[in-house]
């Protein structure tokens, strides 16, 4: 091939991977741009212009697809300010699964190396491998958030927030206070909603799935009952401040460590329902609640500003 053949076949490379309607002018532009450069390098090396040449300048210029792309406006369907935030979440979450895989797994009879390879195999395809669909779907949930943005950009303009802020408002502190009380009601005694739901007719098999063993009664349940209670004040308090003092988020934050180690006490020491069924969701639950606690505590740890005074080296 010629020089200018050579020119003409990166040009029609470059230009198939452009929409339609761009092609014919990046084209000429392209073609007018390469064969300028050429030139100037034939004048640079006092000699003709060749094959040669041309295939060591195209080549100096860059991938035909790497050029498409500086001619097509950019696609970016997660945005980079979101880039360690997605990555971020996606280990989260995909770590909370995997440990919960794990926990399901350790709970069945291990008699031998092979039941443990088994199960370790059993984990991967049926928990690993499946567990992608958590970042896809944060891939879906970013890509909508940077679209939305580009779309309506004076919705996020900045705003200032207080440091001391009540996280989601008032509002969402009232439901807090609520769910607290529901779960103190259910602590207290978790078969009223059978009475509430079905008038007291429910089947003896259904009370009993929600009859708590003596063991929890007496050991776990009055630590948990009290530790959820003393939330409430502390809420109510925020709720009429309008924000949290850094006195108040430090109890709260002691407040919380206390409430994850009763209920991992609570999880390992023995069965919390009659039922093996119910004490198992019970079990499930409480590892959520604590494995949330634990991540939002980090969350707050690794977002807290402390600015430091500059240390200016002796002259």
Same mark, same amino acid.
């Given at each position: 091939?010629?020089?200018? =053949?050579?020119? =003409?076949?990166?040009?029609?490379?470059?230009?198939?991977?452009?929409?339609?309607?761009?092609?014919?002018? /990046?084209?000429?532009?392209?073609?007018?741009?390469?064969?300028?450069?050429?030139? @100037?390098? $034939?004048d640079? =090396?006092?000699?003709?212009?060749?094959?040669?040449?041309?295939?060591?300048?195209?080549?100096?210029?860059?991938?035909?697809?790497d050029?498409?792309?500086?001619?097509?406006?950019?696609? $970016?369907?997660?945005?980079? $300010?979101?880039?360690?935030?997605?990555?971020?979440?996606? $280990?989260?979450?995909l770590?909370?699964?995997?440990?919960?895989?794990?926990?399901? #797994?350790?709970?069945?009879?291990?008699?031998?190396?092979?039941?443990?390879?088994?199960?370790?195999?059993?984990?991967?395809?049926?928990? /690993?491998?499946?567990? %992608?669909?958590?970042?896809?779907?944060?891939?879906?949930?970013?890509?909508?958030?940077?679209?939305?943005?580009?779309?309506?950009?004076? @919705?996020? @303009?900045?705003?200032?927030?207080?440091?001391?802020? #009540?996280?989601?408002g008032?509002?969402?502190?009232?439901?807090?206070?609520?769910? !607290?009380?529901?779960? %103190?009601?259910?602590l207290? =005694?978790?078969?009223?909603?059978?009475?509430?739901?079905?008038?007291?007719?429910?089947?003896?098999?259904?009370?009993?799935?929600?009859?708590?063993?003596?063991?929890? %009664?007496?050991r776990?349940?009055?630590?948990?009952?009290?530790l959820?209670?003393?939330?409430?004040?502390?809420?109510?308090?925020?709720?009429v401040?309008?924000?949290?003092?850094?006195?108040?988020?430090?109890?709260?934050?002691?407040?919380?460590?206390? #409430?994850? +180690?009763v !209920?991992?006490?609570?999880?390992?020491?023995?069965?919390?329902?009659?039922?093996?069924?119910?004490?198992?969701?019970?079990?499930?639950?409480?590892?959520?609640?604590?494995?949330? +606690?634990?991540? @939002?505590?980090?969350f707050?740890? %690794?977002?807290?500003?402390?600015?430091?005074?500059?240390?200016?080296?002796?002259?």
């Amino acid at each position: 091939m010629t020089a200018n =053949e050579l020119i =003409e076949s990166y040009v029609a490379d470059v230009a198939v991977r452009l929409p339609r309607k761009q092609r014919n002018d /990046v084209a000429f532009e392209l073609r007018a741009l390469l064969a300028e450069q050429l030139q @100037d390098k $034939a004048d640079t =090396e006092a000699r003709g212009a060749d094959a040669e040449m041309a295939t060591d300048m195209l080549r100096a210029f860059g991938s035909p697809r790497d050029i498409a792309a500086r001619y097509l406006p950019t696609l $970016a369907i997660i945005d980079p $300010a979101d880039g360690r935030k997605f990555l971020r979440i996606s $280990a989260i979450g995909l770590a909370i699964i995997w440990v919960l895989g794990l926990v399901k #797994l350790l709970q069945q009879p291990i008699h031998s190396g092979w039941d443990l390879l088994s199960g370790l195999g059993q984990w991967w395809g049926g928990v /690993v491998i499946p567990s %992608l669909w958590w970042p896809g779907m944060l891939v879906v949930v970013f890509g909508v958030s940077a679209w939305t943005r580009r779309k309506w950009p004076q @919705d996020s @303009d900045w705003k200032p927030l207080a440091a001391d802020r #009540l996280q989601g408002g008032r509002a969402a502190t009232v439901m807090g206070i609520v769910g !607290m009380v529901c779960g %103190l009601c259910l602590l207290v =005694e978790p078969r009223w909603i059978l009475d509430v739901i079905w008038g007291g007719k429910a089947a003896p098999a259904a009370y009993r799935a929600l009859t708590y063993t003596e063991q929890f %009664l007496n050991r776990q349940a009055p630590w948990l009952f009290v530790l959820v209670a003393v939330y409430i004040p502390m809420y109510i308090t925020a709720i009429v401040k309008g924000r949290w003092s850094t006195g108040m988020r430090s109890a709260e934050t002691g407040q919380t460590l206390l #409430l994850i +180690a009763v !209920m991992a006490w609570t999880v390992m020491d023995g069965p919390i329902f009659l039922a093996p069924a119910s004490d198992q969701i019970a079990k499930t639950l409480m590892v959520l609640i604590v494995v949330w +606690a634990l991540v @939002d505590m980090l969350f707050r740890r %690794l977002r807290s500003v402390r600015p430091a005074p500059n240390h200016q080296s002796d002259s």
